[in-house]
């Protein structure tokens, strides 16, 4: 088993309505790496700049994630987002986005992270997907998350990097623009007949939907009284459900298997967003995600008639 | 085991993107008496006016619903409702409303309607609910909806009716909206600081989240690929929800009954919106009830990990 993920790392300056942050640990990478960390063995792969601490990695590597292809760029800017979160946590603003390192990003894996069974390719530039995609040409479950910005200026590239993965995990707003179907469950169905056997839609607090073409699943999100900063719980999502996958290497997983991962995914990006940036991962154990898988259970299981 | 919903009996209009219309039978009484007839013994109270056919009651009669406090008012003109949706269903547009009937209407319930256990008080003036909750002062499980309107323009009336029930069901962004609380899980919290012990936030096509002071339960809505006219979903939840309830005379239900009446609302509303109006329910049998049921818990169940 081994998992190998392609995306941003980024800092990120993060104001909500209960505190703001700035230049913390973050980016696509970052919170799938940890996520995922707590199911089975990540590489990283992405760009830094020379502004990039080698604390930040070895917080990735107290979880065990390997950073051998975390690569620096020296005189590079690591890539940098602003943004805040309205009163209404679902609305959320970019105020400022500095690629730095990642303009010219041109990924090369090393022969470790190319011999990876699963892979994610988190949300950035359809055609490095690609690349990516192509370097890792041994993987059994490849994925892939995509943005707006994508669907409206690179349409025709991130279709093509959908056709050559397993899985795409996208919003679901992203589902419905990008194959302008505004039912969820067809919107899937389009997307699966251009390839991929996996559909997730992500949905915000209101949890994530699952498609396949056997059938539908769907989880609320976790209900939370104290929820800090949204920044990363889909990628954390992503992590908590393909990291699940690659840890009991069911790369063609049946639905049971995939019922399960979706309830890992909704438990850690639960964990994600009652802290700012990675705060709250960093410190979560095993033992605090079997509980909150447990109670997720508690939260959506109701009796057969009685 | 009776249960009395106090609502609107309209004619609603409706344009949606799979058809349209024209004065079909509508309005939160209807809705929400047809999905409870399929647990309980209904009674409906609401005027109508001189253009309502006999035709109309008699499919309510068909389905059980006790029809004896439907006031007919003599040269009055039924509750008139014209909108239409976008594209995407969640966007609705109110094109004209017409209080006919309504604006004058004082309730007055017939013993057998003021005997009920179960109340629910639709979506109406708040005072005409306290009104209506006053006559029917033996009810042992009280539940009230309301809408955006009531709250900007009755707000007071409103938190009068909320202290008077012993269950709110509204939409999220109505219990976001009357506490002025962005967190869900906290604005129910204090709705339920006002009085009622059970807070129900319906969620549209995400589905619902119910609220008590031992703890929240969570079901996304039924995934389909068709849906038709979401009109009357919300009512539809609600009668399948209370009617479940007074079915089984749960009038103080514990947490795994409460779950089963999410469950069973789920399901109601799910196949309201397969079709217009109440084209669907009119024709559903508990056979295909029983089989949704079954089919949710498919939905949303995971297994305990492995």
Do not use: C, Q
């Given at each position: 088993m081994a998992l190998t993920v392609v995306g941003s790392i980024a800092f990120d300056s993060v104001r909500t309505p209960f505190g703001a942050r700035e230049r913390m640990l973050g980016g696509s990478a970052v919170h799938f790496a940890l996520a995922a960390s707590f199911f089975t063995e990540v590489r990283?792969?992405?760009?830094?700049?020379?502004?990039?601490?080698?604390?930040?990695?070895?917080?990735?590597?107290?979880?065990?994630?390997?950073?051998?292809?975390?690569?620096?760029v020296p005189g590079g800017e690591t890539f940098f987002w602003r943004g805040h979160y309205e009163v209404d946590l679902n609305v959320a603003h970019t105020d400022e986005t500095r690629l730095g390192v990642f303009a010219?990003?041109?990924?090369?894996?090393?022969?470790?992270?190319?011999?990876?069974e699963v892979l994610f390719l988190g949300n950035i530039q359809p055609e490095l997907q690609r690349r990516v995609r192509a370097q890792c040409n041994g993987a059994?479950?490849?994925?892939?998350?995509?943005?707006?910005l994508w669907?409206?200026?690179?349409?025709?590239?991130?279709?093509?990097?959908?056709r050559e993965v397993d899985c795409v995990i996208l919003n679901d707003?992203?589902?419905?623009?990008?194959?302008?179907?505004?039912?969820?469950?067809?919107?899937?169905?389009?997307?699966?007949?251009?390839?991929?056997?996996?559909?997730?839609?992500?949905?915000?607090?209101?949890?994530?939907?699952?498609?396949?073409?056997?059938?539908?699943?769907?989880?609320?999100?976790?209900?939370?009284?104290?929820?800090?900063?949204?920044?990363?719980?889909?990628?954390?999502?992503?992590?908590?459900?393909?990291?699940?996958?690659?840890?009991c290497a069911a790369f063609e997983p049946d639905a049971r298997t995939l019922q399960r991962a979706m309830a890992y995914g909704t438990v850690l990006a639960s964990f994600n967003v009652e802290e700012f940036g990675t705060e709250r991962v960093e410190r979560l154990t095993p033992e605090e995600v079997s509980q909150r898988y447990g109670e997720l259970r508690a939260l959506t299981h109701f009796d057969a008639p009685a």
């Open positions: 990283v792969v992405g760009p830094v700049g020379a502004d990039f601490g080698d604390e930040h990695l070895e917080m990735l590597r107290a979880r065990g994630v390997d950073t051998t292809d975390v690569e620096r010219d990003f041109e990924p090369k894996l090393s022969e470790e992270s190319r011999a990876a059994r479950l490849a994925a892939l998350d995509s943005m707006n669907i409206e200026t690179a349409r025709d590239a991130l279709v093509a990097a959908i707003a992203e589902v419905r623009m990008l194959t302008e179907e505004p039912n969820l469950a067809k919107a899937a169905r389009e997307l699966m007949d251009i390839g991929p056997r996996i559909v997730v839609a992500k949905r915000g607090e209101y949890g994530a939907a699952l498609f396949t073409r056997e059938g539908f699943f769907a989880l609320p999100g976790f209900l939370l009284e104290d929820v800090r900063d949204p920044t990363g719980a889909g990628d954390s999502f992503a992590g908590g459900f393909l990291g699940y996958l690659d840890g």
